[in-house]
C-alpha cells in the first residue's frame, strides 16, 4: 500500500510540474516580456519542419520528488544498515528515475520556420507548436521580438 502511494505521489507531482512549463510558442509571454517593445517584422512562411523541443532536466520537481519517494521505499527495506542503505540507494535510484519522468513529461513538439521576410532576409526559428497547427508555405506571418528572442505570429 506505502509503495503504492509513492508511485501515486510521484506521478502527480511531476505532472502538475509538467503542466506548469511556460509554453514556447508564439503566443505565450513570460512576465518579463509584457510591456517591453518589440520590433515587427512581416514575411513569409517558406518551410515549417517539425522538431521535437527537449523536456527540462533541470527542475527539482521530478528529482526531488523521486528522491524522497525512493528514499521512503527504500526505507521499507530491511533492517539496521541494511534499511540505511536501502533508503540511499532509494533516494538515489528515485532521483535518477524523476528525473527522466520530468523530463519525458515537458518534452514539446515544434517547428523549425523557415521564413524569407519582406526586405529579403532569411530567418530560421525553433517554437512550441501551438494547438496543433503547424505554420505552412506562403502564411504570411508577423515576426515579433529582437536578437535571440523571436516569435512567430500570424
Known sequence: MKKLIAVVA????????????????GTSYSRSQVGQAQ???YGTVESSTPVRIEGRTDGIVGSGTGAVVGGIAGNQIGGGSG??????????????IGQRV????????????TIRLDNGQVLSVVQEVDNGQFFRPG??????????SLKVTY
Do not use: K, P, W
Open 10 to 25: 510521484l506521478s502527480t507531482v511531476t505532472v502538475l510540474g509538467g503542466c506548469a512549463q511556460q509554453g514556447l510558442y
Open 102 to 113: 520530468e523530463q519525458a513529461s515537458t518534452e514539446r513538439q515544434g517547428q523549425e520556420i
Open 83 to 96: 534499511r540505511t542503505l536501502a533508503t540511499v540507494v532509494g533516494a538515489v535510484a528515485g532521483g535518477l
Open 139 to 148: 502564411d504570411r506571418i508577423r515576426v515579433l521580438g529582437q536578437g535571440r
Open 39 to 41: 520590433t515587427v517584422r
